[in-house]
């Protein structure tokens, strides 16, 4: 089943057209990696899906509906989150603090129910904490529930990025280059805890990347972006052996498969 639909999206900066008609698919319950040589747009198209930019042209349907152009707390709501290549926390407070931050809606933070129905959001809160921690149990990052984000590393960060999106109760999550600046081996974990949620908790991940040989291992299927449309699209040992691939995005080598 189909979950998000984005046909033929156009964005234009100035007399630069950067998404040029293109179009993706994205089937229900999958890791679905998008890629392609720096400049070509996936970030771009990252953004437009999310509602950080307004498209040109073109459409978006998520779960059915159209959501083209709507603003990102919108597109939040009705279950799609993103985590962004540079991991947006808030150093000073703890790991725990940043996943109770990202829940969708807090009833504690309306002015009628802090004033009136105080045993009513405590309680809820207390539910909260205990869904965060079972987040960072299943993010592998529940020894740091209490220390600054700030004091994480890179991959660490990674990993509570994701968990932030979590707090949300999503659908599907959008990430952009999730194993960028990490080693191989915190690499291949947090593309382990990708696979992991897509198989217990059936979410769908389109995943921006360029550390391919992780990638790869883990997508059910691949879409190769140049120059602003999607110009190859399969299973990743079909894409990786068209012939195009090596010319638009690897220059013709394939020395980095060895």
Known sequence: M???????????FGGLRVLNEASLTVTEGTITGL???????????????YGLLKPDGGSIHFRGEPITGLPPYRIYRKGMALGFQIPRL????????????????????????????????????????????????????APLALKPAGELSGGQRKLLEIG????????MLLLDEP???????????????????????????????????????????????????????????????HPDFYTIYAGESYQWLS
């Open 2 to 12: 189909e979950i998000l639909v984005a046909d033929r999206l156009i964005k234009d």
């Open 164 to 171: 932030r999106a979590l707090m949300a109760d999503p659908v």
């Open 90 to 141: 808030i150093s000073r407070l703890t790991v725990l603090d940043n996943l109770l931050l990202a829940v969708r809606q807090e009833d504690g933070t309306g002015l009628g129910t802090a004033l009136f129905a105080r045993r009513h959001w405590q309680e809820k809160e207390k539910g909260l904490t205990y869904k965060a921690r079972e987040i960072l149990e299943l993010v592998e990052l």
């Open 179 to 241: 194993a960028a600046g990490v080693n191989p081996v915190l690499g291949r974990k947090i593309y382990a805890t990708l696979e992991r949620l897509q198989r217990e908790k059936g979410l769908t991940f389109l995943v921006i990347e360029h550390r391919l040989e992780m990638l790869l291992d883990f997508a059910h299927y691949v879409y190769l972006m140049d120059a602003g449309r999607i110009v190859l699209a399969g299973k990743p040992a079909e894409v990786i052996a």
């Open 35 to 49: 890629v392609g040589p720096n400049g070509s747009g996936k970030t771009t198209f990252f953004n437009v899906l």
